[in-house]
């Protein structure tokens, strides 16, 4: 299971023109940023704590015009069991 399928399943998913809002709300504090020749690269750490690159959203295999924000920037840091979308085998009412 990846955090794309479950940021999906969720809804997780914003218009590419509110990219910079996202950012903002899925953002504690810059870690490191890097202008490549108008390519900004933000290393950032999130509410949960977690230090990754563009705050967990990711426009890749999503439809066009639209960004997912990463279910791992909502979990908490032990979640107490797996998010209610995903099923279990020979579950077919979830």
């Not at 940021?7 to 809002?21: D, H, L, M, N, Y």
């Not at 990754?52 to 924000?69: H, K, M, Q």
């Amino acid at each position: 299971m990846t955090s794309k399928i479950v940021s999906k399943a969720e809804g997780r998913v914003r218009p590419q023109i509110e990219r910079e809002a996202a950012f903002a709300e899925e953002t504690v504090r810059v870690v490191a940023a890097r202008d490549r020749g108008g390519s900004l690269t933000r290393i950032v750490e999130n509410r949960p704590g977690i230090v990754g690159a563009a705050a967990g959203i990711d426009a890749s295999n999503t439809a066009p015009g639209t960004v997912l924000l990463c279910h791992w920037t909502r979990m908490p840091p032990r979640a107490p069991s797996p998010p209610r979308c995903v099923r279990r085998p020979g579950n077919r009412s979830a």
